[in-house]
């Protein structure tokens, strides 16, 4: 019987292309959180579809949700029972939707380290939404940021650390530092080779 409910529920979400295209964002990036806007452009699901698959995948218990200034923010569930199920679907998939916000900030210059945290994985009280370390272009960074901020549909918070003091940072067991790593944060970059980075992520 519970068998036969989970094919009756992995049909359910999977009935239409939109609705697929935006169950496998949520999927390839399980850290990532996601507003409104966000997941309209980057999976291509009209705004009427999109709405009312939210409400039908929340009702499910496939997404989280929080909520920052009004504005919420969606989330995979991995503690969905047919989480598994669809993790392995989608690794059969050639077409794994892209994180564009990653991509974008991976662009702002000549970095070390690159962290999507805050709003962008459901912590809205981290008091930062990107953690970048190293030499950053003002123009791109600008540029990204007119992106991200479209993306969350508000203002984010951004902070920048050389690489010297972010290594200083964390052998003196920093608050703020480990308070990002330690809350799930989206890894973009890591070109620390630094074990104690990956020692500290906690990912839920």
Do not use: W
């Amino acid at each position: 019987m519970f068998e036969c409910y989970n094919i009756a529920m992995l049909a359910q979400l999977l009935s239409s292309k939109p609705k697929t295209n935006l169950i496998n964002l949520f999927l390839a990036h399980p850290q990532r959180s996601f507003s409104p806007m966000e997941l309209r452009i980057t999976s291509g699901c009209p705004n009427k579809l999109l709405v009312v698959t939210i409400k039908e995948l929340i009702k499910m218990g496939f997404l989280l949700t929080s909520e920052k200034k009004r504005v919420k923010y969606y989330q995979v569930n991995k503690h969905f029972a047919l989480y598994p199920e669809l993790i392995s679907l989608l690794k059969k998939s050639k077409h794994a939707p892209q994180d564009l916000l990653s991509k974008a900030v991976a662009k702002v210059g000549d970095c070390k380290f690159i962290a999507l945290t805050g709003v962008f994985v459901g912590k809205p009280r981290i008091e930062t939404d990107v953690l970048l370390v190293g030499k950053i272009s003002k123009n791109r960074l600008e540029k990204f940021l007119k992106l991200a901020e479209k993306f969350a549909e508000q203002e984010i918070g951004y902070t920048i650390f050389s690489a010297s003091e972010f290594e200083y940072r964390k052998i003196m067991n920093d608050r703020f530092i480990k308070n990002v790593l330690e809350n799930g944060p989206a890894i973009v970059l890591d070109k620390t080779k630094n074990r104690s980075i990956s020692k500290l992520v906690y990912k839920l």
